[in-house]
């Protein structure tokens, strides 16, 4: 990495939701490492705290806040930590999110709500809580956790998981095109990564599929990481608009 491009996130506010393992721990430990001041939402405060004392040693900027994104209030709520605590807001990660992989006929409202209040809703909440500092602040960059899921449909099983991470998709290229200019748009479609993400599923035979998919195919969240921290680092005219990233052993 040039010192120009790790400048360009030395410095930078990121709000990541979904920060208390996985994809959103490696991230924002990645994004301090550079320099960046990382906000941390997800429910687990013990989680959050025990992660923000690592960055700290390390000499590192964090603040960490219980925030479930079902609830709008709660994200705004983190959203305007970050910017009271920093004075900025300089990207928003809506990385949280619920795979429950069963059948249709499994019929699992629950989930399926579930998955849609948490992969959908809550990145609209995301959305809705920072929009409006971006804008003021004339700059700004979402980026917004989809999957290979959200390209192609992972069915038998997957059918509502790929239909919220394409509405993602979907609402990450119409905030592009409606509010681009001076805000930026990512899309970050993995495949199968290391991360908590797995163990969404109630059903049995879900639960053990997606267990064998991932020993089989699963690399390191880093790989992630490194794909977030490449599209931040961009000049501000520069937007990488998507990153599909998978194992190179996966099919799907």
């Known amino acids: 990495m040039s010192s120009v491009l790790a400048n360009n996130i030395s410095g930078k506010v990121v709000v990541i939701t979904g920060g208390s393992s996985g994809l959103g721990e490696t991230t924002a430990r990645h994004l301090a490492s550079l320099g960046a001041s990382v906000v941390l939402g997800a429910r687990r405060i013990d989680k959050l705290e025990a992660i923000a004392a690592d960055i700290?040693?390390?000499?590192?900027?964090?603040?960490?806040?219980?925030t479930d994104v079902t609830s709008q209030d709660e994200v705004k709520a983190l959203v305007n930590l970050a910017q009271e605590r920093f004075g900025k807001v300089d990207v928003v990660i809506n990385n949280a999110g619920l795979m429950a992989i069963a059948p249709l006929a499994e019929t699992r409202v629950d989930e399926w709500d579930r998955m849609i209040d948490i992969n959908v809703k809550g990145l609209l909440y995301g959305v809705a809580a920072a929009l409006p500092i971006f804008q003021e602040q004339g700059s700004g960059h979402f980026i917004n956790i989809s999957s290979v899921a959200g390209i192609k449909v992972f069915s038998p099983g997957g059918t509502v998981y790929s239909g919220t991470k394409f509405a993602v998709r979907a609402i990450a290229e119409g905030l592009r095109h409606e509010v681009g200019g001076k805000i930026r748009s990512t899309i970050i479609s993995p495949g199968a990564v290391e991360s908590e993400l797995k163990h969404g599923s109630s059903d049995t035979?879900?639960?053990?599929?997606?267990?064998?998919?991932?020993?089989?195919?699963?690399?390191?969240?880093?790989?992630?990481?490194?794909?977030?921290?490449?599209?931040?680092?961009?000049?501000?005219?520069?937007?990488?608009?998507e990153i599909v990233l998978r194992p190179t052993v996966q099919e799907f």
Do not use: C, L, M, W
Not at 59 to 65: R, T
Not at 228 to 236: D, G, H, K, V
């Open 205 to 241: 035979q879900g639960a053990a599929f997606v267990k064998d998919f991932y020993q089989q195919n699963e690399i390191p969240s880093e790989s992630v990481a490194r794909a977030i921290a490449y599209a931040i680092e961009q000049p501000a005219d520069v937007d990488i608009n």
């Open 56 to 66: 700290r040693t390390a000499g590192g900027e964090v603040a960490v806040q219980a």
